[in-house]
């Protein structure tokens, strides 16, 4: 639209939106950058404090154990008993150690949970390893854990945090090896004939629901860190974080294939204060997904990961309680994971809701992101899954500074969509060279600085703004041997 530059600021939900008008002639501004986590995160480290120490006693070869241990996971009581023994001393966290013995190096367990104040540190070279039997996750009068059935939720994580200044963390040797906890998601369940990830299949297959557990579940704990660990072979989600102030995941190696279904790696909701840092993730589903469902998510940074297979990093699809202040800065994304495995759906950078759990999404900010062998580099969808209802999804502040795609798919495209002419999605490209720059746009405001991507449609303008930077120059890594 001729003379379309300027950005004006206009009130739309009790908060403040960037639209652009057309026909006005001052300069164009751009929003601005999110901060992410409003704490001073640095690497963490282990605890020096080790209150417990438990020494293997099981080999698994083929990550199995004989017939009665598989049966009665022999490690689950004496590790509760070690994490309930141990007491935080002030502010500082104290351990329970898991180490190897000769050619032990094994535990085998059903849920356990942590509490407030302890580590669970996991030596390098050590797995521990969750149980097969579904009825050990089971949750009184819930679906059957370890079936398909209409509703899902009867589960319980292998895994609980309860409490503050808790944490997961892994010894790491001079070769790189770290501490590694394995849900076996892809091994057949004890006494069954399917694994976890195929139940999660079957449940798509027949439109139901997959009763498996989460890996991690951390509730209410603020300050939680995990540091230096593997999280492979999850049932379900890797790690959830809900309802807490300050998380931090800093060299964490997480690993399920591709095609392993609802495998998200890491998912705050309700969180405030969240670092995800130096991780490499694949996945069978989003590699990060922020929500704000129940509670709002705030002050949040994603920096300096690599991403392999998975759906994206993601914000959504549950907004309705609002996310706000998101920093994604110097990530890469793959759509393939390590043994080639193409992602269903391979995304670049997302934010996903609609109107059944829509809410505002405000000042996100996208710095330095390299994408390749994806479908869809850039997702910005308020009709996610056509969902319908009451709520409102509105994206506004959004920034996209530094961006390259490479090798996506033939048919791949971008998506910027609005709600409505009410809500439309505010967006600056900056510093943007995607090598498929096929778009669906609807009611957007889009301003553009060194950009190849220039949306058209229903209700979308578009102006320059005076931005600067350049495009990013990408390296991507492969994923590290584990």
């Known amino acids: 639209m001729s003379g379309t530059r300027v950005l004006a600021l206009g009130v739309a939900g009790g908060l403040l939106g960037a639209v652009l008008v057309a026909g006005q002639a001052a300069a164009a501004t751009i929003p601005p950058t999110a901060t992410g986590d409003s704490r001073v995160v640095t690497e963490p480290h282990v605890p020096t404090t080790v209150c417990q120490t438990l020494t293997s006693g099981l080999t698994m070869a083929n990550r199995r154990s004989g017939a009665p241990q598989e049966a009665t996971p022999p490690d689950t009581a004496r590790l509760q008993g070690a994490l309930n023994a141990c007491t935080q001393t002030g502010t500082t966290p104290v351990a329970v150690e898991l180490v190897a013995s000769g050619t032990h190096a094994a535990f085998l367990i059903a849920p356990v949970t942590i509490p407030k104040g302890v580590v669970l540190l996991v030596d390098s070279g050590v797995t521990l390893y969750g149980s097969g039997n579904g009825a050990d996750y089971q949750l009184a009068g819930k679906p059957t854990c370890g079936t398909v059935a209409t509703s899902s939720g009867g589960c319980k994580p292998l895994i609980t945090v309860s409490g503050a200044n808790a944490g997961i963390e892994g010894v790491r040797s001079t070769t790189g090896a770290q501490g590694r906890i394995d849900g076996r998601g892809d091994l057949v369940l004890n006494g069954g004939t399917m694994s976890w990830w195929q139940l999660a299949t079957l449940a798509q297959t027949e439109n139901e629901q997959q009763n498996a557990p989460r890996l991690i579940q951390a509730n209410n704990s603020n300050n939680f860190t995990l540091y230096d660990i593997d999280l492979v072979n999850s049932p379900n989600f890797h790690v959830s974080y809900q309802n807490g102030n300050g998380f931090t995941a800093w060299g964490v190696r997480i690993k399920s294939p591709a095609t392993a279904r609802n495998t998200d790696g890491i998912d705050p909701s309700g969180a405030t204060n969240v670092t995800i840092a130096d991780s490499f993730v694949e996945a069978g589903d989003d590699g990060v997904a922020i929500k704000g469902g129940s509670a709002p998510s705030t002050n949040i940074t994603v920096r300096d990961n690599h991403f392999y297979g998975t759906h994206g990093i993601s914000i959504g699809s549950e907004t309705n309680s609002g996310v706000s202040n998101v920093l994604v800065e110097n990530n890469t994304l793959t759509g393939t994971d390590s043994e080639g495995h193409a992602s269903v759906s391979s995304i670049g950078l997302r934010i996903k809701s609609s109107a059944a759990s829509g809410g505002t999404v405000s000042t996100v900010s996208y710095l330095n992101t390299c994408v390749t062998l994806v479908k869809q580099p850039l997702v910005f969808d308020t009709h996610y899954d056509n969902g319908t209802g009451a709520t409102i999804p509105f994206f506004t502040n959004i920034l996209v500074n530094g961006v390259r795609s490479t090798s996506s798919a033939t048919s791949g495209t971008n998506v910027l969509q609005g709600l409505d002419a009410g809500h439309p999605?505010?967006?600056?490209?900056?510093?943007?060279?995607?090598?498929?720059?096929?778009?669906?746009?609807?009611?957007?405001?889009?301003?553009?600085?060194?950009?190849?991507?220039?949306?058209?449609?229903?209700?979308?303008?578009?102006?320059?703004?005076?931005?600067?930077?350049?495009?990013?120059?990408?390296?991507?890594?492969?994923?590290?041997?584990?």
């Open 425 to 482: 999605l505010g967006l600056t490209l900056e510093n943007v060279s995607l090598d498929k720059t096929a778009d669906t746009a609807e009611f957007a405001n889009v301003g553009l600085f060194d950009s190849n991507l220039t949306p058209t449609g229903t209700g979308v303008t578009t102006g320059s703004v005076a931005g600067s930077g350049s495009v990013p120059t990408c390296v991507f890594p492969a994923y590290p041997a584990l």
